[in-house]
């Protein structure tokens, strides 16, 4: 069975940081492609971040230069560093597990990514 399980979430002040753990298990972690994407109260999921297995990431031009995408696969784990942290950031971060990553064109195609944690909360406040 596998399972995503996310953390690291919590309220911080506009300028702030945090780092999101996600821990996988049952999953083939160090060949698969990984993810991050969000939710806002009353908008559509968007991806924010991928990394494949051997390291390579894409970002969204909203958090380019301010988040970072990590995988430890001695550990199953996925991060995402997240500095110079927004109001706009505010959401429910998920990190999702796909096996191979869509490509250039459409990295955050969700359909790709077959397996999702629950979610943890990030709240930037002004």
């Known amino acids: 069975q596998v399972q995503l399980v996310e953390s690291g979430g919590g309220s911080v002040q506009a300028g702030g940081s945090l780092t999101l753990s996600c821990a996988t298990s049952?999953?083939?972690?160090?060949?698969?492609?990984m993810g991050w994407f969000r939710q806002a109260p009353g908008k559509e999921r968007e991806g924010v971040a991928v990394i494949n297995s051997v390291g390579g990431t894409i970002y969204a031009d909203s958090v380019k230069g301010r988040f970072i995408i990590s995988r430890d696969n001695a550990k199953n784990t996925l991060y995402l560093q997240m500095t110079s942290l927004k109001p706009e950031d505010t959401a429910m971060y998920y990190c999702?597990?796909?096996?191979?990553?869509?490509?250039?064109?459409?990295?955050?195609?969700?359909?790709?990514?077959?397996?999702w944690g629950q979610g943890t909360q990030v709240t930037v406040s002004s």
């Open positions: 999702a597990a796909a096996w191979y990553c869509a490509g250039p064109v459409s990295p955050f195609r969700q359909n790709f990514f077959v397996y």
């Open positions: 049952g999953y083939t972690f160090n060949t698969g492609c």
